[in-house]
Nanobody
């Protein structure tokens, strides 16, 4: 019912920047919180940044001050601007959306994008 498509990943040198984008499409009433999760090789998936429909955001301590999350509610998109990238930021980044469906007003569901690879290396 809901599709999330990420783009913008790639290979960058330490200190470089990338901007990830995620677009949501399908049938839904509203998108509540949206976020970016990441998973490094051999590691669990962790929240990098999240933003509510009202624009309130929060970040993992490891990315605070370097990453900025933003969203466009009219376009159903969320972006993650990543600056001062470090090798430790290397991971597959997944877009996540908590969605209220048209047919289930009082329930919400989590949807995931396919992931986009970010590699920070010299």
């Amino acid at each position: 019912q809901v599709q999330l498509v990420e783009s913008g990943g790639g290979l960058v040198q330490p200190g470089g920047s990338l901007r990830l984008s995620c677009a949501a499409s399908g049938s839904f009433l509203s998108i509540n919180t949206m976020g970016w999760y990441r998973q490094a090789p051999g590691k669990g998936r962790e929240l990098a940044a999240a933003i509510t429909s009202g624009g309130s955001s929060n970040y993992a301590a490891s990315v605070k001050g370097r990453f900025t999350i933003s969203r466009d509610n009219a376009k159903n998109t969320v972006d993650l601007q990543m600056n001062s990238l470090k090798p430790g930021d290397t991971a597959v980044y997944y877009c996540n959306a908590d969605v209220t469906l048209l047919t289930s007003y009082f329930n919400s569901y989590n949807y995931w994008g396919q992931g986009t690879q970010v590699t920070v290396s010299s």
